[in-house]
């Protein structure tokens, strides 16, 4: 089981900046796959950011040029650097970890961080 727990979140004007912080409970080498979703009112929860352990990353194409995920490997923290944020950008932004074993694939969610941008 691995737990996540988000930080970061808050009101920022259009055009500011965000870092978003997932601390993981175990060493993310061992996870498969972080990444960062988001889900405004009324919306499907939708991808934002992904890292894959040993490869690349991915990107939403409302956010590519704007946002960087990252990781920290010796602090197990994952990171969302939010750049020229926009109005869209509002919503609750939620950690996700992808954990294969087995052939099974396990997901993990931390609880959300509210990321309100006024225009």
Do not use: H
């Not at 055009?15 to 405004?40: D, P």
């Not at 109005?87 to 294969?100: G, H, R």
């Amino acid at each position: 089981q691995v737990q996540l727990v988000e930080s970061g979140g808050g009101l920022v004007q259009a055009g500011g900046s965000l870092r978003l912080s997932c601390a993981a409970s175990e060493s993310i080498f061992s996870i498969n796959v972080v990444g960062w979703y988001r889900q405004a009112p009324g919306k499907q929860r939708e991808l934002v950011a992904a890292a894959v352990t040993g490869g690349g990353t991915n990107y939403a194409d409302s956010v590519k040029g704007r946002f960087t995920i990252s990781r920290d490997n010796a602090k197990n923290m994952v990171y969302l650097q939010m750049n020229s944020l926009k109005v869209e950008d509002t919503a609750v932004y939620y950690c996700n970890a992808v954990k294969v074993f087995l052939s099974r694939e396990y997901d993990y969610w931390g609880q959300g961080t509210q990321v309100t941008v006024s225009s």
